[in-house]
């Protein structure tokens, strides 16, 4: 069973930077897609990023093209989001998600349903 643990978030100025990290265990397939979204309560969650740790496929939305860089460290099954030029519409509650036994890194796509997620860990910006 897949875990998925977040952290990194806080309190940050406009302008500021964060990282976060997602830290997965449990994995049983040699290669995922996996993604951050994030959501602000009353609305629908919104898709952040995603990478396939299979190969070097990657994608960030358009509201943070330029701003997030998604990245993941194979070996020590963590993924990160780094955040920088942050916004106080980036404040929202930040989950990563995984969807195993992706094969093909053409299906790891912003659009994927992913099947596992982690709890969140809040980013404020003011």
């Known amino acids: 069973h897949v875990q998925l643990v977040e952290s990194g978030g806080g309190s940050v100025q406009a302008g500021g930077s964060l990282r976060l990290s997602c830290a997965a265990s449990?994995?049983?397939?040699?290669?995922?897609?996996m993604g951050w979204f994030r959501q602000v309560p009353g609305k629908v969650r919104e898709v952040v990023a995603s990478i396939y740790t299979g190969g070097v496929s990657a994608d960030v939305a358009d509201s943070v093209k330029g701003r997030f860089t998604i990245s993941r460290d194979n070996a020590r099954n963590i993924m990160y989001l780094q955040m920088n030029s942050l916004k106080p519409e980036d404040t929202a509650m930040y989950y990563c998600?995984?969807?195993?036994?992706?094969?093909?890194?053409?299906?790891?796509?912003?659009?994927?349903?992913?099947?596992?997620w982690g709890q969140g860990t809040q980013v404020t910006v003011s």
């Open positions: 449990g994995y049983t397939y040699s290669s995922y897609c």
């Open positions: 998600a995984a969807k195993p036994d992706v094969v093909w890194q053409t299906d790891c796509h912003l659009g994927v349903r992913f099947d596992y």
